[in-house]
């Protein structure tokens, strides 16, 4: 499976953003999915996740009102991260992420449970 996020860029404060990433290959056994930033001088953190088999989304208290992650399920095989209402600490390289594994919500942000990653997609948010 291989992931391609794109879509980064730079905004302005108050601004909005949709960031996209590709699935190719087996994509169809992906059971969650979801995206991580890392800021500069930062751990990555999670962001946002879909748990696929029972529809549950999981955000980030940092994004929670502000960030919308969703999934296209057809042979596009795309998952997206509208971001709207940006804030210069939104700023980071943002990845996509995917398990064939299902992770329950208690374990949805924990980095090394998935198996997938794209290479990244750098967002930046000036003041």
């Known amino acids: 499976v291989q992931l391609q996020a794109y879509g980064g860029g730079l905004v302005q404060a108050g601004a909005s953003l949709r960031l996209s990433c590709a699935a190719s290959g087996r994509s169809f056994s992906l059971t969650t999915v979801g995206w991580f930033r890392q800021a500069p001088g930062k751990e990555r953190e999670f962001v946002a996740a879909?748990?696929?088999?029972?529809?549950?989304?999981?955000y980030a208290d940092s994004v929670k009102g502000r960030f919308t992650i969703s999934t296209e399920d057809n042979a596009k095989n795309t998952m997206y991260l509208q971001m709207n209402t940006l804030k210069p600490e939104d700023t980071a390289v943002y990845y996509c992420?995917?398990?064939?594994?299902?992770?329950?919500?208690?374990?949805?942000?924990?980095?090394?449970?998935?198996?997938?990653w794209g290479q990244g997609t750098l967002v930046t948010v000036s003041s």
């Open positions: 992420a995917a398990s064939p594994v299902r992770i329950v919500a208690s374990a949805i942000t924990r980095t090394t449970l998935y198996k997938y």
């Open positions: 879909i748990d696929r088999s029972v529809r549950r989304t999981v």
